[in-house]
């Protein structure tokens, strides 16, 4: 079948094999241009189909020859229906880590379980041995608590105020003003549960109890702090919430880990164009605005960048910068530099339904979020007759 990108709202309903495949073998090519020296050998990845968690995958098995294991919950292909773009990612990297000569195996289902969890343990312990690596880059809208059966749902709401602010759809290119009230105690409790360090911390458990930590072993969690722009939606509502309990919990595995020789800690990312950020009221604008302020300073980073710096410079090397004063790698740095955050500021006030086409990068912004699902892509051709049923050879679960 010929497959065209079909997007409602904030939301692509197809993806591309093909175009996943090609955004794989650059992300590869980056890595392998860029990452030298010793690194994991062993490495899980809870989170790893697609955004941060697919480029930390290609980071540890391309950068540093690991053996890998990923988790992930993505559908395949069912009739007319496209496979979502994590399944074709898996697919992708699972083929080109063969052709490399580098294990790789996947577990596909809800990381929340107690099953996968489960599973994955199974086949931690069976192809690779105790892990030195664990990357916790879970992204999910509901949890199920696997222990009471509750189930959670997330929110994006600021605490305490209503907050009113310019929306931009960047389908369409209209600017308009958004109101959120603000988040009940319940869902601010909810998001915390969803989005917080709890599962995480099951995750280490798990793997403790298991046998399964590797002498030195590291685990990473990744967010997000931002500018005072997204401040009331983001890091001050209950996403900021969740994240504060994310940060937390980095303290309490670090005690743990430390008896190991280990270390628990959160990386603070930059704004990406994701199918979260995209939802989130102002992030389309903020983002599209710091599109325009960091390529013109030859600064523009995708997660692949970002994970290559994190890997390389920060995790693996052999003097990392120091940590912020809460113990977090930053490699948001470029993002928050005093310069971009000015221009960026001084671009939101002007930006008006008359000029934001000018003022932002917003061709620069629809065309990441179509990449995301395969689409976009220089040397794939989107007028071939493509198969959607792709197949993950080694899928567990």
């Not at 919990?249 to 270390?263: I, K, M, N, P, S």
């Not at 990406?272 to 995209?278: E, F, G, K, N, P």
Request: charged residues 20%; aromatic residues 8%; glycine residues 8%.
């Amino acid at each position: 079948m010929i497959i065209r990108p079909q997007s409602k709202g904030f939301i692509c309903l197809t993806a591309h094999p093909a175009g996943c495949a090609q955004n794989v073998r650059e992300q590869i090519a980056h890595v392998r241009a860029r990452i030298k020296g010793p690194g994991p050998k062993n490495v899980l990845v809870i989170g790893s189909s697609t955004g941060y968690g697919l480029s930390s995958r290609i980071a540890a098995a391309f950068g540093y020859g690991a053996k890998t294991v990923g988790v992930f919950f993505a559908n395949a292909a069912e009739g007319k229906r496209t496979a979502a773009p994590g399944w074709y990612n898996t697919a992708a990297f699972e083929r080109e880590a063969a052709a490399a000569g580098l294990a790789a195996y996947s577990v596909n289902g809800d990381a929340y379980s107690d099953d996968i969890k489960a599973k994955t343990l199974a086949v931690v312990k069976e192809k690779l041995g105790p892990v030195d690596l664990i990357v916790y880059s879970l992204a999910s809208p509901r949890r199920t608590h696997p222990r009471t059966g509750e189930v959670f749902n997330s929110t994006l709401k600021p605490i305490l105020r209503t907050y009113t602010s310019k929306t931009l759809n960047f389908q369409t290119g209209q600017m308009a003003d958004v109101t959120i009230e603000p988040a009940t105690q319940t869902e601010i409790n909810h998001t915390v549960a969803v989005m917080g360090g709890d599962d995480w911390a099951l995750w280490i458990d798990a793997l403790e109890s298991a046998g399964l930590l590797a002498p030195g072993a590291v685990t990473v969690a990744y967010s997000y702090a931002g500018p005072e722009a997204t401040a009331a939606i983001y890091r001050r509502g209950t996403i900021g919430r969740a994240k504060d309990h994310l940060e937390a919990t980095a303290h309490r595995l670090e005690e743990r880990l430390a008896r190991l020789g280990g270390r628990a800690v959160v990386s603070v990312n930059k704004a990406l164009v994701t199918q979260a950020s995209a939802a989130i009221p102002v992030m389309p604008l903020y983002i599209s605005l710091l599109f325009k302020s960091m390529k013109a300073r030859g600064l523009h980073e995708g997660c692949v960048e970002q994970m290559t710096r994190l890997f390389g410079d920060h995790l693996y090397a052999a003097t990392p910068p120091p940590t912020d004063e809460i113990e977090r790698i930053r490699v948001d740095d470029w993002e928050m530099r005093p310069d971009i955050q000015q221009e960026v500021g001084r671009r939101w006030e002007k930006a008006r339904p008359d000029n934001v086409e000018r003022l932002t990068d917003l061709a620069g912004y629809r065309d990441e979020f179509f990449k995301l699902f395969g689409f976009g892509f220089s040397g794939v051709d989107y007028d071939a007759d493509v198969n959607p049923s792709v197949s993950i050879p080694s899928i567990a679960g």
